[in-house]
């Protein structure tokens, strides 16, 4: 079992509509953030630390949201697992502010290999793809650089299918 902190402060770019006079935090950001610390109960318990596997989201399942999350609030994150194998994990968790329980859930994660290109092949490949569908994404990769693979520098891309906004990229 696992248990961690979310600060949430007003600054964070989604209460500037969710909801414009009553800020609160949305749900699924708060099952990203149970998410997140299943992958590293997971890291942590399986060993993989350094093995160059990474722990992927599957499926969410009988989520329930039990109070709201507001600004100034530090959310407590409650993880474990309900099933633990080699390759998929099951998890449950609980989010919860000042004792009183935000979100429950229970979900499902993958642990597999990270695909890996090198820079010199897919950041052009890449920017190309992204010129053609959408000029301003590509404008944003050559302006802030993208890590798709190991000594590269920007934002982590580790899996071949990339969703910009709604483009697809292979």
């Not at 007003?10 to 609160?24: A, D, K, T, V, Y």
């Not at 699924?28 to 318990?45: F, K, M, P, R």
């Not at 992204?130 to 890590?147: C, D, E, F, I, N």
């Not at 071949?160 to 709604?166: N, V």
Request: net charge positive.
């Amino acid at each position: 079992e696992i248990t961690a902190i979310k600060a949430v402060s007003f600054n964070e770019s989604f209460f500037q509509g969710h909801f414009p006079g009553r800020p609160i935090m949305p749900g699924v950001l708060q099952i990203e953030a149970l998410a997140q610390a299943a992958g590293i109960l997971a890291v942590e318990t399986l060993d993989l630390a350094g093995s160059g596997k990474l722990v992927y989201f599957m499926a969410i399942e009988e989520a329930k949201f039990r109070a709201p999350v507001e600004p100034g609030c530090l959310i407590e994150l409650n993880v474990g697992f309900v099933q633990q194998r080699t390759r998929v994990c099951k998890f449950w968790g609980k989010a919860s502010v000042e004792g009183k329980v935000t979100c429950e859930v229970k979900f499902t994660a993958m642990i597999a290999d990270a695909p890996e290109l090198s820079c010199k092949q897919a950041l052009p490949r890449l920017s190309a793809r992204l010129s053609r569908r959408q000029p301003s994404a590509g404008r944003w990769l050559a302006a802030h650089g993208t890590r798709l693979g190991p000594g590269c520098a920007g934002p982590a891309i580790t899996r071949r299918h990339w969703f910009y906004g709604s483009y697809r990229l292979y």
